[in-house]
């Protein structure tokens, strides 16, 4: 008699270790297409908003519509991730932003900013999807291991996101060679850099980790649908208060980050600084985002998520206080900006690990979902009130308000940590 074939739910463990190996490996392939697409376009877009719309206070607004599309499509991601899988709403996010990309290069050949801020927006499905591969590393993941493995899908968006930033000079002169106009190539390259991390999730992420671990959990595969996404997830923050300390942090950490960082291409370019300058001093930053993000998830299991994130808030913090004490000095500038990526790294590796842990497989699609399109929200509010502070007052100002609010995020974790 043959025995009956081997099921999902029946899996041994040293099978389970073999696909969450092979989930990684896709997932960080798909992180570096997708690192790329967001990379190029985050090096220039408040630069061409910049050009097209002659006003500084508007070229802040390219990076609020990248966060805000960050922010709009968590939700939609997390529904179709909740009733698909993770194959679901990663191909989702990706698709909303090669959409976006196309809308970037026919705004730009017509030389309308707001054309472009549209396209931008849909561009922050990149960011989007890059958020959600995350958590798609922690499905499968072993109990004190979630942080190590979900910073091992953010590291290998470094190869991509370094690379992009550079890559933003000679694709816009390829982009002119093949009739394209000045800075559409570009986003043109973006879109097939999000076109392959598409092809890569659809045709790879072969069984999917989030309906796998709920066969293996016992629980219902199909999440929350509908309004009771955002209701599920708030019903769950109530009674975890873990879970709501991670989220504020996460927000926080992304909201400084944000700030700073999109409006220095601006104050790079008014100090005349070129565009392989600005390219360079971005690359250096997501290299501080991305680079050491093994390390940070080490730390997080090993001694915490919570020192962590209190490491983190001190980074961003000494970030600020360089980035706006600077002047015209890029170096000191490019030190603030690398720091401020590391600091990003502990709120975002850690907290999204303290998330993750501390809510039940069910609902952790709602939680990460609402998780994400809160700092994204908070985000794009941040580079608002950026782009206004740098207009109305200096990119020094800009530092010193960001550093007090990280600072007051430090203390209040501080105060509530022991608290059950």
Same mark, same amino acid.
């Given at each position: 008699?043959?025995?009956?074939?081997?099921?999902?739910?029946?899996?041994?463990?040293?099978?389970? &270790?073999?696909?969450?190996?092979?989930?990684?490996?896709?997932?960080?392939?798909?992180?570096?297409? #997708?690192?790329?697409?967001?990379?190029?376009?985050?090096?220039?877009?408040?630069?061409?908003?910049?050009?097209?719309?002659?006003?500084?206070?508007?070229?802040?607004?390219?990076?609020t519509?990248?966060?805000?599309?960050?922010?709009?499509?968590?939700?939609?991601?997390?529904?179709?991730? @909740?009733?698909?899988?993770? &194959?679901?709403?990663?191909?989702?996010?990706?698709?909303?932003?090669?959409?976006?990309?196309?809308?970037?290069?026919?705004?730009?050949?017509?030389?309308?900013?707001?054309?472009?801020?549209?396209?931008?927006v849909?561009?922050?499905?990149?960011?989007?999807? @890059?958020?959600?591969? &995350?958590?798609?590393?922690?499905?499968?993941s072993p109990?004190?291991?979630?942080?190590?493995?979900?910073?091992?899908?953010?590291?290998?968006a470094?190869?991509?996101?370094?690379?992009g930033?550079?890559l933003a000079?000679?694709?816009?002169?390829?982009?002119i060679?093949? +009739?394209?106009? %000045?800075?559409?190539?570009?986003?043109?390259?973006?879109?097939?850099?999000?076109?392959?991390?598409?092809i890569?999730?659809? @045709?790879l /992420?072969?069984? %999917?980790?989030?309906?796998?671990?709920?066969r293996?959990?016992?629980?219902?595969? %199909?999440?929350?649908? #509908?309004?009771?996404?955002?209701?599920?997830?708030?019903?769950t923050?109530r009674?975890?208060?873990?879970? &709501?300390?991670?989220?504020?942090?996460?927000?926080?950490?992304?909201?400084?980050?944000?700030?700073?960082? !999109?409006?220095?291409?601006?104050k790079?370019?008014?100090?005349?600084?070129?565009?392989?300058?600005? @390219?360079l001093?971005?690359?250096?930053?997501?290299?501080?985002?991305?680079?050491? !993000?093994?390390?940070?998830?080490?730390?997080? %299991?090993?001694?915490?998520?919570?020192?962590?994130?209190? /490491?983190?808030?001190?980074?961003?913090?000494?970030?600020?206080?360089?980035?706006?004490?600077?002047?015209?000095?890029?170096?000191?500038?490019?030190?603030?900006?690398f720091?401020?990526?590391?600091?990003?790294?502990?709120?975002?590796?850690?907290?999204?690990?303290?998330?993750?842990?501390?809510?039940?497989?069910e609902?952790?699609p709602?939680?990460?979902?609402?998780?994400?399109?809160?700092?994204?929200?908070?985000?794009?509010?941040?580079?608002?009130?950026?782009g206004?502070?740098?207009?109305?007052?200096?990119y +020094?100002?800009?530092?010193?308000v960001?550093?007090?609010?990280?600072?007051?995020?430090?203390?209040?974790?501080?105060?509530v940590?022991?608290?059950?």
């Amino acid at each position: 008699m043959t025995s009956a074939p081997t099921t999902p739910a029946q899996s041994p463990p040293d099978r389970i &270790r073999s696909i969450q190996r092979r989930t990684l490996g896709v997932l960080s392939a798909a992180q570096i297409m #997708g690192g790329v697409g967001v990379a190029v376009g985050l090096a220039l877009s408040s630069v061409v908003v910049d050009e097209l719309s002659g006003s500084t206070v508007i070229s802040g607004f390219a990076g609020t519509a990248t966060t805000l599309g960050a922010a709009l499509l968590a939700l939609p991601t997390a529904k179709a991730s @909740g009733r698909g899988g993770r &194959r679901a709403g990663l191909t989702l996010a990706y698709a909303a932003a090669l959409t976006g990309c196309a809308i970037s290069v026919t705004a730009i050949s017509l030389r309308t900013w707001p054309l472009l801020l549209a396209g931008l927006v849909l561009v922050g499905g990149g960011s989007a999807g @890059g958020l959600a591969a &995350r958590y798609s590393a922690t499905d499968l993941s072993p109990k004190g291991r979630s942080a190590r493995h979900l910073s091992l899908v953010v590291w290998a968006a470094t190869i991509g996101s370094v690379a992009g930033p550079n890559l933003a000079e000679p694709t816009d002169l390829m982009g002119i060679r093949l +009739g394209l106009v %000045d800075k559409a190539g570009p986003f043109a390259f973006a879109a097939l850099a999000f076109t392959v991390a598409m092809i890569i999730i659809l @045709g790879l /992420l072969r069984p %999917d980790p989030l309906r796998l671990a709920r066969r293996l959990d016992g629980t219902a595969e %199909d999440g929350p649908a #509908g309004n009771r996404t955002i209701r599920t997830a708030w019903d769950t923050l109530r009674t975890t208060p873990a879970a &709501r300390r991670a989220l504020v942090m996460i927000a926080v950490s992304h909201t400084a980050m944000v700030s700073v960082m !999109s409006m220095t291409p601006v104050k790079l370019h008014h100090d005349g600084s070129t565009l392989d300058v600005i @390219g360079l001093v971005i690359s250096l930053h997501i290299a501080g985002m991305y680079m050491l !993000s093994p390390l940070v998830g080490w730390l997080a %299991d090993k001694v915490g998520k919570v020192p962590v994130l209190l /490491l983190g808030t001190a980074l961003l913090v000494i970030a600020a206080a360089l980035a706006g004490t600077a002047g015209h000095r890029v170096g000191q500038v490019t030190a603030a900006l690398f720091l401020l990526g590391l600091g990003w790294s502990c709120g975002l590796v850690a907290g999204s690990a303290l998330v993750t842990e501390s809510v039940p497989i069910e609902r952790r699609p709602s939680v990460q979902g609402l998780s994400d399109l809160i700092m994204n929200v908070c985000g794009a509010t941040g580079t608002i009130v950026a782009g206004a502070i740098v207009g109305a007052l200096s990119y +020094g100002v800009l530092g010193l308000v960001v550093g007090v609010m990280v600072a007051l995020a430090g203390l209040w974790l501080l105060a509530v940590r022991s608290r059950p």
